[in-house]
């Protein structure tokens, strides 16, 4: 592997077709071979689209009904080939609920009616999924099926990491704006549309798998203390 210092790659996570770039406080660039493409700078990871015999490891979305979304996993990674399908996921995201008086962390689906999957057999994959009864069908354009876009799968491994998870976000209130300053929402406030403050909840809305989400993230946000010395 060439373009890279070893020293800055924290981890590969082949599976997931990914490579966590650490570059001191400054961007870097650079190529990699072995079927990975490049280092884009910002942010510090690459997508790395891992070839099998020519082939490229790429994410697809399916749409299940709402509330199935678990069963279609469990049903996917039961029926299915691990040589066809190589990962099949839910991203989710942690919420604070008040309970019998209580804050609690609970977890909830990101895009409600969405499974995820990971697989360099496309083909193979599409008269797989037939065998599963969950399945609806897999998000395209007519009857060309999309992969995820690069941005599109940075975006979730950024906000959920390698454990699919996206954990609450902590920020202050600044006079009228607020700063985030923990969690999967540092640097993204202009993503965010509204803010349940009682709730503890932010509301952020982007264009993804051909069409505009409406997604909410678990947002605890408190008061700047005002020094009066």
Known sequence: MTGVEPSLISSVNREFAFIHVRAANRDWEGN???GVTEITGQGFLAVWERNRGGRKTLWYVIQVQTGSEEKT????NTILSSQVLQQCFIPYYEEQRKLHGEWSTLK????PGYVFMITDQLDELRLSLRKVPAMTKVIGVGDEIIPLTDEE???LQGFC???QVAEVSHGIL???KVRILSGPLVGKEAMIKKIDYHKRRAYLEMDMFGRRQKIRLGLEVRMEKVDKS
């Open 32 to 34: 990699l071979t072995e």
């Open 73 to 76: 996993r469990i049903q996917c």
């Open 108 to 111: 909830k689906i990101l895009f």
């Open 153 to 155: 799968v940075l975006f």
């Open 161 to 163: 990491g390698d454990q």
């Open 174 to 176: 600044e006079g009228s």
